[in-house]
């Protein structure tokens, strides 16, 4: 299996929490830091978040404050409480960590690791793009050690999240989204196609309580915002994990229909923040049209298991 050198670019955020959790717990990653931006919550928010899950964890990461507005410098008016909870990790009322972020930027981050690393730099993107397009406007010559960008963002044959067109991470900053899309870096685009295939439901959920210690009740905890968020739809009684399943593509490709071809984001207009894209052999770009979301789901419950479990006997 290969051995994935990765920048996580996040803003914790429910779902971000336990996507880094799963990472931490991935063998083939080799996670070279978290990096923030603003989206689900404040820059300070989600920076903060990031700095209690590592320390409550132990993850042994460096946490690198990004982006508080976006790419062409507009701020947020209006951050998604009603999902994440005003503080981002669903109001628990965590206490403030005591680990502080590193002292360069998100985008200086992204620019020293990637000058730095005799291997090529794969980053995975859950949030807005705004911290790799600095990253790359200040920097063009890193582009060529970069050795993909998976993102969990986008909408393609369903409706947006935000609009009828657009997905809420690409929607804040689709300046941004079309910066890396135009940037000739490979793009491996994990959007609402597949990742409302995979959702958890509460009795999964009950059950990662009960198995995973700490973890299963800090993701309990969390998870209860986005609960009644999704409770509130009328869809189900769970939720999809998105940010999880667009790591897990980057893994186990194997386990989504995925076309190759050329994306591009709409910036203007009543379709701003669409992702357009055209299906072409040889493309540069590729897009996760579906996913299997059973086989994600024993792929996730394995790997956490083995992580922060006392079960280790399952295999992913």
């Known amino acids: ?10 803003d914790p955020g429910i779902d971000d929490a336990v996507a880094l959790l799963l990472l931490h ?3 083939s990653v080799d996670l070279q830091g978290i990096t923030t931006v603003f989206g689900n919550a404040s820059i300070e928010d989600c920076t903060r978040n990031a700095l209690y899950i590592c320390e409550r964890f132990g993850l042994p990461y460096g946490v690198f404050q990004g982006a508080g507005v976006s790419f062409l410098g507009a701020e947020e008016e209006d951050y998604p409480d009603f999902v994440h909870g005003r503080d981002g990790l669903g109001d628990v009322g965590f206490s403030p960590p005591s680990r ?4 360069i930027s998100a985008a200086d981050f992204i620019v020293q690791a990637a000058r730095m690393s005799s291997d090529p730099i794969e980053i995975l993107a859950v949030g ?5 397009a600095r990253a790359f406007e200040i920097a063009p010559d890193i582009k060529s050690k ?19 067109w657009a997905e809420a991470n690409i929607y804040g900053d689709p300046e941004a989204a079309d910066h890396i899309f135009m940037s000739d870096v490979p793009v491996l685009m994990v959007g609402l196609d597949a990742t ?5 439901s509460r009795t999964q959920l009950a059950t990662l309580t009960d198995d995973l210690g700490d973890a299963g009740e800090f993701i309990w905890q969390i998870k209860q915002h986005y609960l009644n968020f999704y409770a509130s739809k009328g869809v189900f009684d769970g939720f999809p994990i998105h940010d999880a399943t667009a790591a897990l593509a980057m893994i186990f490709p194997d386990d989504f229909e995925i076309a190759e071809g050329d994306l591009r984001c709409v910036t203007a207009g009543d379709q701003r923040g669409r992702t357009i894209f055209s299906e072409r052999h040889g493309g540069h770009h590729q897009v996760a049209l579906s996913a299997q979301g059973t086989t994600l789901w024993r792929r996730f419950n394995a790997l956490m298991h083995a992580q922060f479990g006392v079960d280790s006997s399952k295999t992913v």
């Open 1 to 10: 299996m290969d051995r994935y050198k990765l920048i996580f670019d996040t």
């Open 25 to 27: 717990a991935m063998p």
């Open 100 to 103: 502080l972020p590193a002292k």
């Open 128 to 132: 807005r793009m705004t911290n790799i």
């Open 146 to 164: 970069i050795r993909r960008v998976v993102m969990m963002g986008g909408a393609v044959g369903v409706a947006g999240n935000v609009t009828e």
């Open 196 to 200: 409302l295939m995979h959702q958890i």
